[in-house]
Nanobody, 119 residues
Framework: QVQLVESGGGLVQPGGSLRLSCVASGEIYSIYGMGWYRQAPGKQRELVASIIGASSTTYKDSVKGRFTISRDNAKNTVYLEMNSLKPEDTADYYC?????????????WGQGTQVTVSS
């Protein structure tokens, strides 16, 4: 069974920084891509950033230049470094992974970590 566990969320003031981590565990053969989504109250879940392979990244326009996604393949971990945070970044952040297990390929999700940007 595959599990994705996020950590690093919390309360931060505008202009502050947070680093989210997400570790994938279980009988994983390979991980194709990993990503971070977020969902604010009353809004749809949206892609924040994704990384495929070692370094092919995409970002939501509003976070470009402020957020950085990276991964450690040896640890099956993806990170999201968030700088210059704004109140509109407040949301529950979820990581996902497209990976292969003994039962085949699939997309898996974590339970989410809350990020609140407020003074």
């Amino acid at each position: 069974q595959v599990q994705l566990v996020e950590s690093g969320g919390g309360l931060v003031q505008p202009g502050g920084s947070l680093r989210l981590s997400c570790v994938a565990s279980g009988e994983i053969y390979s991980i194709y891509g990993m990503g971070w989504y977020r969902q604010a109250p009353g809004k749809q879940r949206e892609l924040v950033a994704s990384i495929i392979g070692a370094s092919s990244t995409t970002y939501k326009d509003s976070v470009k230049g402020r957020f950085t996604i990276s991964r450690d393949n040896a640890k099956n971990t993806v990170y999201l470094e968030m700088n210059s945070l704004k109140p509109e970044d407040t949301a529950d952040y979820y990581c996902n992974a497209d990976l292969v297990t003994s039962t085949g390929p699939g997309r898996y999700w974590g339970q989410g970590t809350q990020v609140t940007v407020s003074s």
